[in-house]
């Protein structure tokens, strides 16, 4: 099976390769020789690779991963040629739709839209504050806002829905 | 000297003041939430009083509970940390009038600097020099504009009783005044129950430099020095240092002596540290923090003098002992704050569990922390995880060391404030010692794209420690739907992982 990689949002010329269970890594159609060793159960690696040491951990859940090395976060996407497919259908799917959860627990300061307003990708939706500091939540897309589930001074838990978009129509 | 101190605080400075206590024959006494059961404070202390709850406000900041622990333990002293009650008049007399020693100033000297028009009435009768400024506030927006009009804009809304960013604005012109002077007023009424304001001038591209005095209660003062703070962003320091790559030696002199006048005038004892604006070669004053700092050991590291046991000495009557001959400032020292954020995304918050922990060493490298394995990391407490901090003859190698020292740390299960410690390494501006109070704000966070070989090293770990982990992954398509689902936040500030899960997470498109 072969992957497409993304790091930190450029893809990266080189060729992954699963072959029955066994990583083939190569650049430029040259084979790596590679040594990976688990330091412990909690993401720290060992990795040898052309004869170069690397300390590299890797962290993260809900497949949101990246992979710490040198003091550098690197985003490291990896997609088959099947998930890759799927992602591009979905992606074009949920375009302008969808319900925007929190992702940390806060207190809403301010709403600064209302239901009915059309927000352009990036347009600020609410404020929140967390750990003292006032954090501005953003929308992921252009749409409609169809329903607001929060108010002002209220507080809301990690995964609480805030907004739900609908698409725009044509 | 005490026998034994407690200490109402926890974290990285609970254990500040336990290291120095333990060396010195000073038995402690931790008070601890129920969240912080299994924190270092509670370990590492000799006795450790729990206070039950999880919020701030049942614990640490519950001043019968704490006062009830010293008593039931026969502790003699209580020391306040940082942050918490710090700087609460109100606790540091309760702790006086229980018969205890407060590990901190006079009473007293706390409420008159912790307002900021009461400070200022008496830092103008000491001769500290000031922002151009009212120092009486003023009775309505007409008066506050009267006195914009004559200093010239931009100027600076500011609240008597405001803090951390709280109750002021700033005006750029005359008629933004009156409802600036509305929203802050009634922001400062409503956090801190004073509306009172006054007007200064604002000081653009100005840097924060501070300088650390100690008191002791026979009239002997001393000054250890400047700190630069600069780098900093919405009022949180990101990276201190000392000294100042902007202070002279005639600067620092200045600076001292203004600093020492500020606390003889309200009769200081103990640790403080006098915060000035300054612009080139003149300087003003801003605020005195009543309390140790954050970032006291950049000054401990350029003068070898342990700070806490200063505090302890002074806190048990003994005199300095010495004069500000005997402050000697040697090589360079550099701080880089730790913090559960992510720089990447618009310096988010971010909680999570602790996992692995790599911690740097080697010469004339500290690391000053609370954490441990499996710690969890919430929205309660502070975010500031800990310090890193490193000392070397000159400024160029502290930055190599303290470069280098990041590369070696890692911290799984959180996003630290670290990859922006090592952007500030990396920038020309701060290695030229070029840089001020903005500075930071508009530094670019997105991670470069990266070494060739470091980018598939990255990869190939990652798709291998997949493969590897296959089974503690076991709801892989469902997170996949999940994934693709996602919406992300801030897509301007985050630009380079596409539909990466940034700060949101949207659904409703699952089939």
């Known amino acids: 099976m072969k992957y497409f990689v993304n790091v930190n949002g450029r893809p990266i010329e080189v060729e992954i390769v699963d072959r029955a269970g066994r990583l083939n890594v190569s650049i430029g159609g040259e084979l790596v020789d590679f040594s990976y060793e688990e330091v412990d159960k909690e993401g720290q690696v060992a990795l040898v690779m052309d004869e170069r040491g690397y300390a590299v951990s890797v962290a993260g859940k809900d497949n949101d991963y990246h992979v710490t090395l040198a003091g550098h976060a690197y985003a490291v996407e990896i997609e088959d040629e099947r998930e890759r497919a799927a992602h591009a259908a979905e992606r074009e799917r949920s375009k302008g739709g969808g319900v925007i959860k929190s992702v940390m627990p806060g207190v809403v300061v301010e709403l600064c839209v209302a239901v009915g307003d059309v927000v352009e990708a990036g347009q600020s939706l609410l404020i929140l504050e967390a750990m003292k500091m006032q954090n501005e939540i953003k929308a992921p897309s252009e749409g409609r806002v169809k329903r607001i589930f929060c108010k002002a001074g209220e507080a809301v838990s990690a995964g609480a829905k805030l907004f739900e978009l609908e698409a725009l129509e044509e | ?511």
């Open chain 2, 1 to 511: 000297m005490f026998q034994r101190i407690l200490i109402a605080n926890r974290g990285e400075i609970a254990l500040r003041v336990i290291r120095t206590a333990r060396e010195q024959g000073i038995e402690t006494v931790a008070v601890y939430s129920e969240a912080d059961a299994c924190a270092l404070h509670t370990r590492l202390a000799d006795q450790a009083i729990a206070l039950g709850g999880h919020l701030p406000s049942e614990s640490y900041l519950d001043m019968d509970k704490i006062l009830a622990a010293a008593k039931k333990t026969g502790a003699e002293a209580i020391h306040p940390g940082y942050g918490f009650l710090a700087e609460n008049a109100t606790f540091a007399r309760r702790v006086v009038e229980a018969g205890l020693t407060w590990i901190g100033p006079p009473p007293d000297a706390i409420s008159q600097m912790g307002d900021k028009i009461v400070s200022r009435q008496i830092m103008k009768a000491a001769n500290v020099p000031m922002v151009p400024g009212m120092t009486e506030p003023a009775a309505d927006a007409k008066v506050a504009r009267a006195a914009a009009d004559e200093m010239g804009y931009p100027v600076m809304l500011k609240a008597a009783a405001g803090g951390g960013g709280k109750g002021i604005r700033i005006v750029h012109e005359p008629s933004e005044i009156e409802s600036a002077f509305r929203t802050a007023s009634g922001e400062a009424l409503a956090g801190f129950g004073d509306g009172r304001m006054y007007v200064e001038r604002y000081l653009v591209n100005t840097r924060h430099i501070e300088i650390q005095v100690m008191f002791d209660a026979h009239g002997n003062g001393v000054h250890f020095g400047e700190r630069e703070c600069s780098m900093q962003r919405r009022h949180q320091k990101l990276v201190e240092e000392c000294p100042s790559p902007a202070v002279s030696e005639a600067m620092r002199e200045a600076m001292g002596a203004a600093a020492l006048r500020a606390g003889a005038a309200v009769n200081y004892e103990g640790a403080g540290t006098v915060e000035f604006l300054a612009s080139g070669e003149e300087f003003f004053f801003l605020e005195m923090n009543t309390r140790l700092q954050v970032e006291h050991p950049v000054t401990e590291m350029v003068t070898g003098v342990d700070l806490v046991w200063e505090q302890l000495r002074v806190a048990a009557g003994e005199e300095l002992g010495y004069g500000q001959d005997a402050i000697q400032m040697t090589g360079h020292s550099i701080e880089v704050r730790l913090n559960a954020e992510d720089p990447s995304n618009n310096f988010l918050p971010s909680v999570g569990t602790v996992g692995n922990i790599r911690i740097p060493g080697g010469p004339w490298v500290r690391f000053d922390s609370g954490i441990y394995p499996n710690m969890e990391v919430g929205l309660n407490y502070d975010p500031m995880l800990g310090k890193l901090i490193v000392w070397a003859p000159d400024r160029k190698q502290a930055i190599a060391r303290m470069r280098r020292s990041l590369e070696e740390l890692n911290i799984g299960g959180v996003r630290t404030s670290a990859v922006a410690g090592l952007a500030v390494m990396n920038d020309a501006g701060f290695q030229a010692g070029e840089f001020h109070t903005q500075y930071l704000e508009n530094m670019n966070m997105t991670e470069p794209a990266g070494e060739r070989d470091k980018v598939v090293a990255a990869a190939t770990a990652m798709r291998r420690w997949k493969q590897a982990n296959r089974s503690a992954l076991a709801p892989r398509d469902a997170d996949r739907l999940g994934w693709i689902a996602r919406g992300r936040v801030g897509a301007s500030v985050y630009p380079h992982i596409a539909g990466s899960t940034a700060g949101f997470t949207r659904e409703g498109t699952r089939s």
